[in-house]
């Protein structure tokens, strides 16, 4: 099972991202999808989670209306667009599939917020 984080990268309050993650080894359109970010000194956060088919996305609160969260079963391949970052936003962010919570993750994009 292999999860690979792209996308990450340094940009200015009130821009935009879009992280991808590639899936491989598993049934990814079986799986819900999990986006955790970690900033420095600090726990993992959950962000945002997918269902399998896409339709059903639920998100942390902080990141409402500013992160989208979608998928590509076809290319099996994980996305998070992310608008309006603030420096908040900086943290590193995994992507991990779900099986009763992450337990599989990748080894992550740095994303860096600031002016």
């Known amino acids: 099972i292999q999860l690979v984080e792209s996308g990450g990268g340094m940009v200015q309050p009130g821009g935009s991202l879009r992280l991808s993650c590639a899936a491989s080894?598993?049934?990814?359109?079986?799986?819900?999808m999990n986006w955790v970010r970690q900033a420095p000194e600090r726990g993992p956060e959950w962000v945002s989670l997918?269902?399998?088919?896409?339709?059903?996305?639920f998100y942390e609160d902080s990141v409402k209306g500013r992160f989208t969260v979608y998928r590509d079963n076809t290319k099996n391949t994980l996305y998070l667009q992310m608008n309006n970052l603030k420096p908040e936003d900086t943290a590193r962010y995994y992507c991990?599939?779900?099986?009763?919570?992450?337990?599989?993750w990748g080894l992550g994009t740095q994303v860096t917020v600031s002016s």
């Open positions: 991990a599939r779900d099986w009763g919570g992450p337990d599989y």
């Open positions: 080894g598993f049934a990814f359109s079986n799986f819900d």
């Open positions: 997918i269902n399998t088919n896409g339709i059903n996305k």
